[in-house]
Protein backbone atom coordinates (compact mmCIF):
# COMPACT_ATOMS: atom_id res chain seq x y z
CA UNK A 1 0.00 0.00 0.00
CA UNK A 2 1.15 3.37 -0.86
CA UNK A 3 2.44 5.40 2.04
CA UNK A 4 0.53 8.51 1.39
CA UNK A 5 1.88 10.78 4.17
CA UNK A 6 5.37 10.40 2.92
CA UNK A 7 3.88 11.11 -0.49
CA UNK A 8 2.55 14.22 0.62
CA UNK A 9 6.02 15.29 1.72
CA UNK A 10 7.98 14.67 -1.03
CA UNK A 11 5.29 16.75 -2.93
CA UNK A 12 5.59 19.86 -0.49
CA UNK A 13 9.36 19.74 -0.37
CA UNK A 14 8.98 19.71 -4.44
CA UNK A 15 6.49 22.55 -4.31
CA UNK A 16 8.83 24.42 -1.91
CA UNK A 17 11.97 23.98 -3.88
CA UNK A 18 10.22 25.59 -6.89
CA UNK A 19 9.15 28.54 -5.34
CA UNK A 20 10.69 31.08 -6.71
CA UNK A 21 9.47 29.93 -10.44
CA UNK A 22 5.86 29.91 -9.25
CA UNK A 23 4.09 33.27 -9.93
CA UNK A 24 0.71 31.74 -8.35
CA UNK A 25 -0.80 28.79 -6.75
CA UNK A 26 -3.78 27.76 -4.88
CA UNK A 27 -3.55 24.79 -3.14
CA UNK A 28 -6.06 23.25 -1.05
CA UNK A 29 -5.42 20.21 0.98
CA UNK A 30 -3.78 17.22 1.85
CA UNK A 31 -7.13 16.96 3.85
CA UNK A 32 -7.93 13.60 5.24
CA UNK A 33 -11.44 12.17 6.50
CA UNK A 34 -12.23 9.21 8.07
CA UNK A 35 -15.47 7.34 6.39
CA UNK A 36 -16.73 4.09 8.07
CA UNK A 37 -13.59 1.62 6.75
CA UNK A 38 -12.12 3.89 4.54
CA UNK A 39 -9.73 6.97 4.58
CA UNK A 40 -10.03 9.46 1.71
CA UNK A 41 -7.67 12.10 1.47
CA UNK A 42 -7.59 15.14 -1.22
CA UNK A 43 -5.19 17.54 -2.56
CA UNK A 44 -6.36 20.43 -5.12
CA UNK A 45 -3.57 22.61 -7.02
CA UNK A 46 -3.14 24.96 -9.43
CA UNK A 47 -0.25 26.45 -10.31
CA UNK A 48 0.86 28.98 -12.72
CA UNK A 49 4.65 29.21 -12.93
CA UNK A 50 6.80 32.28 -14.11
CA UNK A 51 6.75 31.31 -17.73
CA UNK A 52 3.56 31.08 -18.65
CA UNK A 53 2.71 27.39 -18.04
CA UNK A 54 -0.11 26.53 -15.91
CA UNK A 55 -0.89 23.09 -14.06
CA UNK A 56 -4.49 22.35 -12.48
CA UNK A 57 -4.30 19.06 -10.38
CA UNK A 58 -6.94 17.33 -8.67
CA UNK A 59 -5.34 13.93 -6.24
CA UNK A 60 -8.09 11.91 -4.48
CA UNK A 61 -7.41 8.64 -2.69
CA UNK A 62 -9.11 6.40 -1.06
CA UNK A 63 -7.31 3.52 1.53
CA UNK A 64 -9.59 0.52 2.20
CA UNK A 65 -8.89 -2.58 3.44
CA UNK A 66 -5.14 -2.58 2.94
CA UNK A 67 -5.97 -1.00 -1.18
CA UNK A 68 -5.31 2.31 -2.29
CA UNK A 69 -7.32 3.89 -5.23
CA UNK A 70 -6.90 6.71 -6.41
CA UNK A 71 -8.75 8.97 -8.94
CA UNK A 72 -6.80 11.98 -10.52
CA UNK A 73 -6.12 14.44 -13.10
CA UNK A 74 -2.77 16.32 -13.59
CA UNK A 75 -3.38 18.86 -16.58
CA UNK A 76 -0.07 21.10 -17.42
CA UNK A 77 -1.11 23.85 -19.73
CA UNK A 78 0.80 26.29 -21.80
CA UNK A 79 -0.14 29.93 -21.05
CA UNK A 80 -3.01 29.70 -23.45
CA UNK A 81 -4.33 27.34 -21.28
CA UNK A 82 -3.51 24.57 -24.12
CA UNK A 83 -2.73 20.93 -22.91
CA UNK A 84 0.84 19.98 -22.89
CA UNK A 85 -0.10 17.23 -21.29
CA UNK A 86 -2.36 15.56 -19.12
CA UNK A 87 -2.53 12.31 -16.89
CA UNK A 88 -6.21 11.31 -15.94
CA UNK A 89 -7.33 8.06 -14.47
CA UNK A 90 -10.88 8.45 -16.80
CA UNK A 91 -12.71 9.98 -14.29
CA UNK A 92 -12.98 7.23 -11.87
CA UNK A 93 -11.93 5.91 -9.01
CA UNK A 94 -8.81 3.20 -10.05
CA UNK A 95 -6.51 0.71 -8.12
CA UNK A 96 -2.99 2.82 -7.13
CA UNK A 97 -1.87 0.52 -9.73
CA UNK A 98 -3.72 0.14 -12.06
CA UNK A 99 -2.71 1.85 -15.97
CA UNK A 100 -4.36 5.40 -16.37
CA UNK A 101 -4.04 7.49 -20.42
CA UNK A 102 -2.98 10.69 -21.02
CA UNK A 103 -3.93 13.56 -23.48
CA UNK A 104 -0.82 14.95 -25.24
CA UNK A 105 -1.85 18.04 -27.15
CA UNK A 106 -5.47 16.97 -28.67
CA UNK A 107 -4.16 12.91 -28.84
CA UNK A 108 -5.52 10.70 -26.45
CA UNK A 109 -2.96 7.50 -25.76
CA UNK A 110 -3.86 4.53 -23.43
CA UNK A 111 -0.86 2.45 -21.59
CA UNK A 112 1.28 0.47 -24.14
CA UNK A 113 0.43 2.74 -26.64
CA UNK A 114 3.70 2.58 -29.08
CA UNK A 115 3.78 6.27 -29.25
CA UNK A 116 4.58 6.37 -25.51
CA UNK A 117 7.79 5.08 -26.13
CA UNK A 118 7.47 2.47 -23.71
CA UNK A 119 6.20 5.63 -21.35
CA UNK A 120 4.78 3.96 -18.41
CA UNK A 121 1.07 4.79 -17.15
CA UNK A 122 0.92 2.99 -14.28
CA UNK A 123 0.89 3.70 -10.89
CA UNK A 124 0.76 7.73 -11.74
CA UNK A 125 0.75 10.03 -9.61
CA UNK A 126 1.06 13.81 -8.86
CA UNK A 127 5.02 13.08 -8.51
CA UNK A 128 5.42 11.73 -11.58
CA UNK A 129 3.62 14.80 -13.63
CA UNK A 130 5.66 16.69 -11.39
CA UNK A 131 8.73 14.75 -13.22
CA UNK A 132 7.47 15.51 -16.31
CA UNK A 133 6.92 19.38 -15.79
CA UNK A 134 10.72 19.87 -14.74
CA UNK A 135 11.56 18.40 -17.94
CA UNK A 136 9.33 21.00 -19.67
CA UNK A 137 10.22 23.82 -17.98
CA UNK A 138 14.24 22.52 -18.31
CA UNK A 139 13.54 22.64 -22.23
CA UNK A 140 14.28 18.44 -21.71
CA UNK A 141 11.99 16.45 -24.29
CA UNK A 142 9.30 14.32 -23.12
CA UNK A 143 9.64 10.29 -22.60
CA UNK A 144 7.52 9.83 -25.82
CA UNK A 145 9.44 12.69 -27.99
CA UNK A 146 12.64 10.42 -27.60
Known sequence: MLDLEGYFAQMNTRLRAC???????????????????????????DIEWNTGELLSAGDYWTSRQNETWHEFSYQFMDGNKGTIFRL???????????????????????????????????????????ELIYLHLTGNRMPWEI
Not at 19 to 45: A, D, M, R, W, Y
Open 19 to 45: QGHIVSQKIEGPHVKLTGHEIKTTLNI
Open 88 to 130: DSHGRLIKHSAPCHIHIGSQVMEHGNSGLRGFDLTSITLIHAW
